[in-house]
Each structure stands twice: as C-alpha cells, then as structure tokens.
C-alpha cells in the first residue's frame, strides 16, 4: 500500500529540520565563543551540578584566602605594637639600673620618675592601639578599651548585659562576689521557658559563650517577683525581676563581665577564624596574657612600671632593685608574644600554600568538565554551517514553487 504524504507535511518537515538545525549551530557558536561545553544546566546536568560544587569550593578558598590575608594584617600590627612595647620595658630597666646605684640621688630619681610616667603613658598608648575598628589586646571583647590609667583595687563584677535580640524585658542585674584568677565574661542562654510553673531554665559559658555546661540549671520567676540564680561561677549570680511585660523566652542571652584587680578591663579570650573547612585558627594576643599576672602571664607590666615610678619617687632605693627582675621578666612576657606572633604567621604562610594548590586544582577540575575541545568545536561547526545551509537551500527551492512547476 502507497502511503501519499501531503506537500504541507514535507514543507512542515523540511522547517522543522531548519529549525533544529539552526538551534544546533546556536549552540555550537555559543560554545565557540564560550570557550565553555557546559553553558547552562541543559547543555549537562550532572556536569553542571559538578561545576557548581566546584565553584562552591573555590568561593570558600577565596573567603578562606582574604580570612588569612585579615589575619596576617592583625598579627604584623601586634607584632609591631608588641616589639615597640618590649623596647618600652628595655627603656625602663636602664632606668632602673642606673637609679638602683648608690651613686644616684633623690633628684636624679625624681626626674627619672617623670620618664617612666612618659614611658607608662606610652604603654598604655600601645596597649590600647586598634585595627579596622576593634582593640588588638581587649580579648574577645574588642569594642572595649583592654587597659586603663588607674587600677582596680579589688575584683568586681559588671553589670549584666541583655543581647538586643531578648524577648525578656525585665530587669536583670548581676550579683555576687567575683572570685576568678582572671578576667572572664560570662554568658547565660534561657534553653527553656515553661508558662505554666514559670521556670526558665538556662546555660552558663565561662568564655564568652565559646562553650556551654547544658547542667539544665532552673529558677522560677514570681509573677511581678524576683529571682537570683545559683553560683554561675566564681561566685557570679544573675537576679531576674519580672518588672516587664514579656516572659522569658528560650534565646535569650545575657553576659556579665567579671575582672580581677588590676588595670585590665579585657578577658583572656582569643579571636579566631576559619582558614579551612573545619580548620579554626587562633589570630589575637590577649592582653591578659601579654601584659598581665593572668592566665600565661607572670607579671602584671603596668603594675611593674608604677611601681617603678613610685619607688624613684619616694627615693626607694631597694625598691627600685626590687623592680629589675620582675621588668625583666615582663620583657620575657612580650617577647613570648611576639615569638607567637612570628609562629602564627609561618602556619599562616603554609596555610596560604596549600589554598593556592587547591585553587589551581578546583581550576583545572572546572576547566576539564567545561571547557571545550576547540579543533573538535571548530569541525562540528564547519559541518553544522554545510547542513544548515543546504536546509536554507532547500527552503528557499520549496518555496518558490508554483502549481506551474508540477504541469508539463
């Protein structure tokens, strides 16, 4: 049986073969001029989905990249304010020695009692010296001054911070007596909420909430009362005063400072940030550890210098004899720091090695899934531009005949 196909079916046919044909050559010039075999989820799904990972890890190598590059601008500024602060102390101790002599007097003594106020002002200038904003040795409370001019004579405890985000809008203050060897800042997270017996429960983090005891701990609120928690630590507690209209709710945070004697107002925290997937890098020198008697420290540095200063003052001479180890000891103390500082940055020097290898790697990976062979592209394009145009050849035939043609 002869099947009789109609003209308006093959001219349909012959169109939509020029159609197709003009699609295919499209993209084979958009991937010329590309350079790219995968332009668009379309052209290879799965292929694209690996670019897209690819691309995904190349972005957390460039954030990881300009983490460390943030990094290494932090350290060579401390290093340089520490190196400065350890020829302060070298500064200091010439002093020291020359007036610890029977040979100086009670005026030499008086007038050198005014270089080591220049050179404790100095020291405070250094202590409290910024990058981008932030105190280089306030620990992780670096919006605030990490030392003051005068000392403190005894510990004591801040009052209690709410976080802007609480619902809570009652009053909350903090109590107790502070009873830690250093400057800490301590964190307190409601966890719970239950309306019916009004208990809140909540964690406490002695660091600045880089880590939580989940004890469960609770307190009942009397409706329009107060209540004060156990010890949160080192003798700190947290009274609550339902003084507001909104409850507690779970995630709500409130931070109480709490410092030690002396002249430093910032804690022993560190600040750190991500070089790598998973890998946390440690980047700040705390002044408690650099300056202080706290934590790594052994000398408290301002504390050395005044009394240094008050012992030139009152002609002291054991004093000032007295003074000399413990300067010298405090210019071990910055020199430590700076020997971290120096060690951080070789990790961060090698660290910045192996991102380069891995961003040529994720390159290569990218290049190998969507670039293009171009003598491969150019062969198929010359052989689509042949098809494409003898379809224009055969439309243009198709379409100027006539009735005419088929008489004879």
């Given at each position: ?301 301002f504390g050395v210098l005044n009394s240094l200063k008050e012992a030139l003052e009152n002609n002291d001479q ?91």
């Open positions: 049986m002869v099947m009789r196909v109609s003209e308006n079916t093959k001219y349909s046919s012959i169109v939509n073969n020029l159609f197709k044909t003009q699609d295919s050559y499209a993209d084979l010039m958009k991937k010329v001029s590309s350079l790219k075999e995968v332009n668009c989820p379309s052209d290879d799904p799965v292929g694209m989905t690996k670019i897209l990972n690819l691309r995904e890890s190349q972005a957390s190598v460039e954030q990881y990249k300009h983490n460390i590059e943030s990094c290494e601008s932090w350290l060579t500024i401390t290093e340089s304010k520490l190196s400065s602060v350890g020829d302060l102390l070298v500064n200091a101790r010439e002093v020291a020695v020359r007036q610890a002599t029977g040979t100086a007097t009670a005026e030499t003594r008086s007038m050198e009692a005014k270089t080591v106020k220049q050179l404790i002002d100095e020291m405070l200038t250094l202590a409290n010296a910024k990058y981008n904003g932030s105190y280089l040795f306030s620990g992780s409370t670096s919006g605030t001054a990490p030392f003051s001019s005068t000392g403190r004579d005894s510990a004591e405890i801040a009052s209690a911070a709410a976080s802007g985000g609480n619902a809570f809008d009652g009053v909350v203050t903090s109590g107790g007596t502070y009873t830690g060897s250093e400057n800490k800042t301590y964190v307190v997270k409601i966890t719970d909420w239950n309306e019916g017996t009004r208990t809140a429960t909540y964690d406490v983090s002695a660091d600045g909430g880089e880590s939580w005891s989940t004890t469960g701990s609770t307190v009942v609120l009397p409706d329009g009362g107060s209540v004060t928690t156990g010890d949160l630590g080192d003798g700190i507690t947290l009274t609550f005063d339902d003084a507001g209209t909104v409850e507690p709710t779970a995630g709500d945070i409130f931070s109480i400072d709490a410092f030690t004697a002396g002249y430093y107002n910032g804690n022993g925290e560190e600040l750190s940030v991500n070089i790598g997937e998973d890998t946390s890098f440690t980047y700040s020198i705390s002044g408690q550890s650099a300056f202080t008697d706290e934590g790594d420290g052994d000398v408290d540095i054991e004093g000032i004899s007295h003074v000399l180890g413990d300067l010298k000891t405090a210019s071990d103390q910055v020199s430590t720091a700076i020997s971290t500082c120096g060690t951080r940055t070789i990790r961060l020097e090698i660290a910045t090695t192996n991102l380069s290898d891995m961003e040529l790697n994720l390159a290569e990976l990218i290049s190998e899934t969507e670039a293009v062979d171009i003598s491969e592209i150019i062969t198929k394009l010359s052989m689509k531009e042949i098809a494409l145009q003898a379809s224009y050849g055969l439309a243009a035939k198709i379409g100027n005949m006539t009735i005419l043609d088929w008489l004879g």
